[in-house]
């Protein structure tokens, strides 16, 4: 009991040190209103050049028609694109801490007005101020991508703003992920397994960390999609780096590099961007072992 209260002390502590933010349906994006006729020619624009996300070049032009619809509209399918693609332009393309966070923290932002375009969940969370993660049973299959999308973005962003940042969200996020685990446990090549897979290998002990459980919702998102090499990229430098266990590091990572990227079609770009981080970590490999 003495140990619990000396975690629940810490923890109020640190939690009144967090990172804050402002939610994104308080942001307002200038941006001028298109026709019909300019729309349809943007969101053609946007997803031939997200076609190439894999180039940062690309991703860059794609998000700034995304944002475009978006401030014109309220589109939630540009919204979602936005939130998906900062996290992208953040995980897969940049280097510099302060810059990966400013772009998981505008893919938040975006996420969470794709789901402000729930009217229920609108009016609770923003007319009413309930908390998000008491009003996601509200959120549905059709809300999944932005839920998804803005949890992840909040985890990275939490997770490199301090411990006193990942302790404030940290019931939020979990709560996210499982609402989509509810709608679509296979959503997004078995999105939901790895999130915990990574959650469980990152967190420590009194966090609910345990490579047992992480390990197995790891194989739990091979199986649903075998060819998503993010999965066997995360296993290697979650899962494998985190045990000491080099073989099985070098083995899922010469996988990621010996697999046909364009085997699924639709993450081709994703793909890619994975055997760039593969190389990069064998690269590493002598520091890390």
Not at 15 to 23: F, G, L, M, V
Not at 37 to 58: I, P, Q, V
Not at 254 to 269: S, Y
């Amino acid at each position: 009991m003495k140990n619990l209260l000396v975690l629940l002390t810490i923890s109020l502590l640190l939690t009144s040190c967090a990172t804050s933010r402002i939610s994104g349906w308080n942001k307002i994006f200038g941006g001028k209103a298109l026709s019909k006729t300019e729309l349809s020619k943007e969101m053609g624009l946007a997803k031939k050049h997200w076609a190439k996300r894999d180039s940062k070049e690309s991703l860059l032009k794609s998000l700034k028609s995304f944002e475009k619809i978006a401030n014109s509209n309220d589109s939630y399918e540009a919204m979602t694109y936005l939130s998906r693609g900062y996290y992208l332009l953040a995980d897969g393309h940049l280097e510099n801490m302060d810059e990966k966070k400013k772009n998981w923290e505008i893919g938040i932002t975006w996420g969470e007005k794709a789901m402000a375009t729930n009217p229920e969940f609108k009016k609770r969370v923003i007319d009413n101020g309930e908390k998000i993660e008491d009003v996601l049973q509200y959120l549905e299959r059709g809300q999944i991508e932005a839920i998804y999308w803005t949890a992840v973005n909040l985890g990275k962003w939490g997770k490199n703003s301090g411990i006193a940042t990942v302790l404030k969200y940290k019931a939020q996020i979990k709560k996210m992920i499982n609402r989509v685990g509810e709608l679509d446990k296979n959503f997004f090549y078995g999105a939901f397994d790895r999130y915990w897979g990574a959650y469980y290998a990152v967190a420590p002990g009194f966090a609910g960390g345990d490579m047992d459980k992480s390990i197995k919702s790891f194989n739990n998102a091979v199986k649903t999609e075998k060819y998503y090499l993010g999965n066997y990229v995360l296993i290697a430098d979650y899962w494998a780096k985190k045990k000491g266990d080099k073989e099985l590091f070098i083995k899922n990572l010469n996988k990621v590099l010996k697999m046909n990227p364009n085997k699924v079609r639709e993450i081709a770009p994703e793909n890619k961007i994975e055997q760039r981080k593969a190389k990069k970590l064998l690269s590493k490999i002598d520091e890390l072992f």
